[in-house]
């Protein structure tokens, strides 16, 4: 959890005690979670916790790299730590049926390698499908 909070910090940000509650959670959390359910979970610390506070610090959280955004179908947005920040490098596959979130391992992507003349310093991908579980209902 430390390298979320000196991230945040790199990026100039403070460290106010709901981010810390935010960076806590995802933390701790198995997937991506929506803004409504961080909301549920921070209602139980903070009296106050409103959403358009809640999207303004998962955005900074984002942007700063703590967090990552998945949008998934419809345009409807969960959150998840950071790819700086997890164990294994991966990447998301968002089903467009039921909106389930898996992961993929494999990247032929790495931080410094060339790509057509550019050197690569991030990058982030997503990938949409249908999953099995939808795949077979609608046969």
Not at 17 to 37: D, N, Y
Not at 49 to 56: A, F, K, S, T, V
Not at 89 to 112: F, K, L
Request: proline letters at 3%.
């Amino acid at each position: 959890m430390q390298e979320a909070i000196d991230l945040l910090r790199r990026s100039r940000l403070k460290l106010t005690p709901r981010r810390l509650a935010l960076i806590e959670l995802f933390w701790g959390a198995s997937g991506p979670l929506t803004p409504a359910q961080v909301q549920a979970h921070l209602k139980t610390r903070f009296d106050q916790c409103g959403l358009p506070g809640i999207y303004r610090n998962l955005e900074m959280l984002a942007e700063c790299g703590v967090l990552q955004r998945v949008v998934r179908f419809g345009r409807k947005r969960s959150y998840v730590l950071g790819s700086r920040l997890e164990k294994e490098h991966h990447h998301h596959i968002i089903c467009i049926s039921c909106g389930r979130v898996g992961r993929v391992e494999d990247c032929r992507y790495d931080e410094g390698m060339i790509v057509d003349g550019y050197r690569l310093v991030s990058h982030v991908l997503q990938l949409q499908g249908i999953c099995a579980l939808c795949s077979s209902t609608s046969t």
